[in-house]
């Protein structure tokens, strides 16, 4: 059974840093897509960030590009996300997820629809 399970959100001051992690187990995601979405109270989940098994290849929304970094450890089977300059807009429930399927050039998993496994996320709050 393929479980997600993030850790590292908290309660920090507009421009500091938190480092989300995302540890996977069941199954080894060698080949495949991992990403972060996060959705804040009363709006749909939005894309953050997604990156390849290799690490070569990422993807950012437009909002945190320049502020966070995405990273896996595949001997660790875990994701991390290193969010700096936090700003308040950025407070909201994060979630990992990952795709079944072996990565393919032609999309930037930007669409939730793409990923099959789900983590139950962690809270982001940053106060101004």
């Known amino acids: 059974q393929v479980q997600l399970v993030e850790s590292g959100g908290g309660l920090v001051q507009a421009g500091g840093s938190l480092r989300l992690s995302c540890a996977a187990s069941g199954h080894t995601f060698r080949r495949n897509v991992m990403g972060w979405f996060r959705q804040a109270p009363g709006k749909e989940r939005e894309f953050v960030a997604a990156v390849t098994w290799s690490g070569l290849w990422r993807y950012y929304a437009d909002s945190v590009k320049g502020r966070f970094t995405i990273s896996r450890d595949n001997a660790k089977n875990t994701m991390f996300l290193q969010m700096n300059g936090l700003k308040p807009e950025d407070t909201a429930v994060y979630y990992c997820?990952?795709?079944?399927?072996?990565?393919?050039?032609?999309?930037?998993?930007?669409?939730?629809?793409?990923?099959?496994?789900w983590g139950q996320g962690t809270q982001v709050t940053v106060s101004s």
């Open positions: 997820a990952a795709d079944k399927d072996t990565y393919d050039s032609r999309s930037n998993y930007s669409s939730y629809h793409e990923y099959d496994y």
